[in-house]
């Protein structure tokens, strides 16, 4: 770690650096590790010291962007040149609302000492006990365990500044049979805070039950969808449409939809990043205190996400959804999620759908169509036929493609319990229940 | 960086290693976003750093860090002892990497015009000039252009003596025109989709792509798709699927499979396995006798093509499918003597932070005899495809869906309607085995995929794919209820 002394002393050396001319700093430093065993051994254990210095410098309008991961004076000069280089040889940026000033910002609780100083040793231990119990029970296990410290500062020539370090941790399992396989998946800022042992019994039980699995045919079915399931409609919707910038341009899920019902009354979804039953976080990327959207509220669509340049277009301030200044492109973003809970247990979803399937997960999801969020994908690591409240028999994977607008309009039943996930390219975060979802359209098997 | 190198090849070997391998990686990438007239994003990167890998007790151990100095690299060297310790606590099979890997030497891209000496007010002038162009379709509402160059210095080293030194250079670009309706948005990229076309070149083949030349084309293309018919649904008919659709075909289908690491189970955990079991090498029909792949990190061009690999095996080139015929797999050093086999080089980290992999270099489908247009003549019904817009396959790389921007309906020998939202599903050897033309050299490009995800925690590698366009019959199209 840096720590807040050295992180603020760096990022004072570049705006020294520029002069005159307004620049903004975004500094992350990282020492992230991570276990992973397949075929119940340990085949990949790597550790990775990184940082990222991103500085954005304007000269009147235009802007030069420039990125180094080198801390040292001549590393810091060549940063600040070539962003000077990059904004001497853009244009005008009639969008860009100039830097913002100094914030107040709500503390967070997200750093746990003991997941910082975890070890390669204390992650092999657990690891080892785990594929051992796979081993006797003539399963195969894999998996991932892994545990990182983040700090990351904000800081710009109007004075601002903001500073901010989390722990994250992290723990995945697949448990494979010769013809089945079970996963679970846990997050959070305190490594002990993951029961990593009984989750990979969870998937155990998984594996095992879905063993010999039958053939049946494609169709619309009711699914009861994990919350594994469910993060994936949520990170989907997500993407392809809660910035406000797709909004603006016509190419989004809430296109014609706001203010209007689209979903399920049992639906609401808001993201919020000082919620400490999240990965909470106090600013956005561009040093903006974080605030509460109400996305989705009781199944009508209520607000896009916003940052400094689509609130100003839409006339109203950001709520601090910046990315990165490189990910422009990508627009502000939702990175908290959270999927308000209802009132019924998995087992109580089940026992009241007479014909339908429980789905564990969802893989390699992709868009088909934006403006309906149209989404195809298939299920995978523990697929089951429901018949009249209970667990049938496994069935063998789906392919499906199907809107996530109109899946969560045919939403009757949700979850009482929520579990935390982070997608498969961190950062981002949901909080996220079961769902049980009426005619979703499963379009091919396979045999 | 001989010192460095030394110094940690020592430190680890000291500290009890069997093996130990150092990469230092200096990588500079310039990327130019232009969207709606405005420079979105005019960004110049650097990233530097080592990573050391190490043997100890038959385990692997891997550390990194941005900070390349003598107390660094005494640091990492001795964590990366400690994690192999760590993980021997949990071993598997033995580590057997197979004969001495000992190679020396350098290797450059051959360029014609370095990129970073080329103004960035020439190259905006580009993409500005093709934002014009698109700019006279006054239905495009999102118009975007973007330039990438990559110079990538890597200097490798183990205690087998190979000490090899590259120079990569990559450039990369795309146009996008996206018109938008009151309940419909569609696309049409150039010269293929996912942003950007990328090659292993210089400066020089910004203009042959001639970016400007082809804007107003696309631009319109993607406003009459607003209007065109959608793809009949649910039918069984003939594809014949553009050169850069085969090359995406081609990396899902084939690529992801013939890993040798998803087959020996090393991925479950995220990418999944393999249908191209052990059992299926040198038997398995995987296509038609038209059916010709190749894995190769030679030829020009290809974002696989490079000097050495990331385990310092020489560039080479394998065949994967010969006549339909299942023949070989993408291996490492570690997986290939399981086979009792060497490694062909296809071990690629996406970083000096990044561990290699087993990863496509450029998995090419080889050209057959026939032009395009006698290929359309020849089909009396189905669907031309081009330029993807959606891709699936399931996690054993057997069930996939596609989706394109742009499909032609075909009659009786013609290009007629265009149709929208064309989408098509299959069966990866069910389909391969349904191709009966492959165009020529005449039609076969080495595309660029500089997005390919795998591996936890993630990389991107860049992969090279060579085709042309190909015919497959009784493909089940238009799945997408519309």
Not at chain 1, 145 to 171: K, P
Not at chain 1, 276 to 283: D, K, L, S, T, W
């Amino acid at each position: 770690m840096l720590g807040r002394k050295k992180t603020e002393n760096i990022c004072k050396d570049i705006l020294r650096r520029a002069g005159s001319d307004p620049i903004e700093v975004l500094l992350v430093f990282e020492d992230q590790s991570l276990t992973r065993f397949a075929n119940n051994a340990i085949h990949q254990n790597v550790a990775e010291r990184n940082a990222t210095l991103i500085v954005r410098l304007l000269r009147g309008k235009r802007i030069g962007l420039a990125t180094s991961n080198r801390l040292d004076g001549r590393g810091l000069d060549k940063l600040v040149s070539r962003a000077r280089a990059n904004a001497q040889a853009s244009l005008e940026d009639p969008d860009y609302p100039g830097l913002p000033g100094p914030a107040e910002y709500k503390h967070v609780e997200a750093f746990d000492p003991h997941t910082a100083q975890c070890s390669p040793e204390a992650r092999a231990g657990a690891v080892g006990s785990l594929c051992r119990l796979a081993s006797e029970k003539g399963l195969n296990g894999s998996g991932t365990f892994s545990t990182a410290t983040h700090e990351i500062a904000v800081a710009n020539s109007r004075g601002l500044f903001a500073y901010y370090v989390r722990t994250g941790a992290d723990f995945q399992t697949v448990i494979m049979s010769e013809d089945s396989s079970g996963r679970e998946h846990d997050s959070g800022f305190r490594v002990d805070d993951i029961p990593i042992e009984s989750l990979f019994r969870e998937a155990i039980k998984k594996a095992e039950d879905a063993r010999h699995p039958r053939e049946i045919a494609s169709g619309d079915y009711t699914v009861v969808l994990t919350p594994h399931a469910t993060e994936d409609l949520l990170n989907m919707l997500n993407y392809y449409g809660m910035g406000a910038q797709s909004l603006l341009e016509g190419r989004s899920w809430m296109n014609d939809r706001m203010g209007v019902k689209a979903m399920s009354n049992l639906i609401s979804i808001r993201d919020d990043g000082l919620d400490p039953e999240g990965v909470p976080v106090p600013f956005d990327f561009e040093g903006v205190p974080k605030e509460r959207v109400d996305i989705v509220s009781r199944g009508v669509v209520t607000s896009p996400v916003h940052d400094r340049i689509t609130g100003r277009k839409m006339d109203r301030t950001s709520t601090g959804h910046a990315l990165l200044p490189t990910q422009r492109s990508l627009e502000p973003m939702a990175t908290n999620l959270f999927m308000a809970p209802g009132s019924s247990s998995i087992q109580e979803m089940i026992r009241s759908t007479r014909r339908g399937l429980y789905i564990n997960r969802f893989w390699y999801t992709r868009l088909v169509h934006p403006r309906d969020c149209v989404i195809t994908g298939m299920t995978r690591d523990g697929l089951f036929m429901v018949k009249d409240g209970e667990l049938a028999y496994p069935v063998k994977n789906l392919r499906f493609t199907q809107s996530y607008v109109e899946a969560l309009a045919n939403v009757d039943r949700v979850g009482r319990d929520t579990r935390l996930l982070t997608n498969e390219f961190g950062g981002y975060a949901a909080r996220v229940p079961a769902l049980r979802i009426n005619e979703f359209c499963f379009t091919g098997s396979t045999v | 960086m001989k010192t460095l190198i030394d110094r940690a090849l020592n430190k680890v070997q000291m500290g009890g290693a069997q093996y130990t391998d150092i990469r230092i990686v200096d990588n500079h990438t310039e990327s130019i976003r232009v969207k709606n007239g405005v420079v979105e994003s005019l960004n110049s990167s650097e990233s530097i750093g080592f990573g050391i890998r190490v043997l100890v007790d038959g385990a692997w151990g891997f550390s990194s860090s941005h900070d390349l100095t003598p107390e660094e690299i005494e640091r990492v060297s001795q964590q990366s002892l400690v994690i192999a310790r760590a993980s021997a606590r949990v071993p598997g099979e033995p580590v057997d990497l197979g004969p001495p890997v000992n190679w020396r030497g350098s290797y450059m891209t051959p360029v014609g015009i370095d990129p970073f000496k080329v103004s960035l007010e020439e190259k905006l002038d580009v993409l500005l000039a093709a934002d014009r162009e698109m700019g006279r379709v006054e239905t495009v509402k999102i118009r975007q252009g973007n330039l990438v160059f990559v110079r990538e210095k890597k200097w490798f080293a183990n205690t087998e003596s190979a000490l090899t030194e590259q120079t990569l250079m990559e450039t990369g670009g795309g146009i996008i025109a996206t018109a938008v309706a009151e309940s419909e948005v569609q696309t049409r990229s150039y010269p293929t989709s996912f942003g950007r076309q990328q090659v292993t070149a210089g400066w020089e083949v910004v203009s042959e792509w001639d970016f400007p030349g082809n804007a107003e084309r696309i631009a319109n293309e993607a406003c009459a798709l607003l209007t065109a018919d959608s793809c009949p649904a649910d039918t069984i008919t003939t594809v014949i699927l553009g050169g850069d659709q085969v090359a995406l075909q081609v990396h899902e289908s084939c690529g992801h499979p013939i890993e040798l690491d998803r087959v020996f189970g090393s991925e479950v955990a995220y990418a999944g396995t393999s249908f191209l079991t052990l059992d299926k090498l040198g038997h398995l029909r995987y296509g038609s006798d038209q059916v010709n792949i190749t894995a190769d990190s030679v030829r020009p061009l290809g974002l696989g093509t490079f000097g050495w690999d990331d385990e310092g095996v020489p560039a080479q080139s394998a065949p994967i499918v010969e006549n339909g015929r299942f023949v070989g797999y993408l291996m490492s050093r570690e997986t290939a003597s399981r086979l009792g086999k060497v490694s062909n080089g296809c071990m690629r980290a996406s970083s000096w932070n990044r561990i290699p992999l087993i990863r496509m270099t450029n998995v090419s489908l080889e050209p057959g005899a026939w032009d395009l247009e006698d290929l359309i003549g020849d089909s009396d019904s189905g669907i031309y495809m081009e330029t993807n817009r959606s891709w699936s396959i399931d996690d054993k790389c057997y069930n996939f869906q596609f989706g394109t921007e742009m499909g032609y309906e075909i009659k009786n020998g013609k290009l007629g309607r265009m149709l929208r939202n064309c989408t098509y599903t299959g069966i990866t050897p069910d389909f391969w085995n349904s191709c009966d033309g492959v165009c020529n050299l005449k039609h076969w490009t080495m595309w660029g995929t500089p997005n390919c995800g795998k591996g936890q925690p993630s990389q991107i590698a860049h992969t090279g794919h060579g085709a042309a366009p190909a015919r497959f019959r009784n493909i089940r199209v238009g799945v997408y209820k519309q």
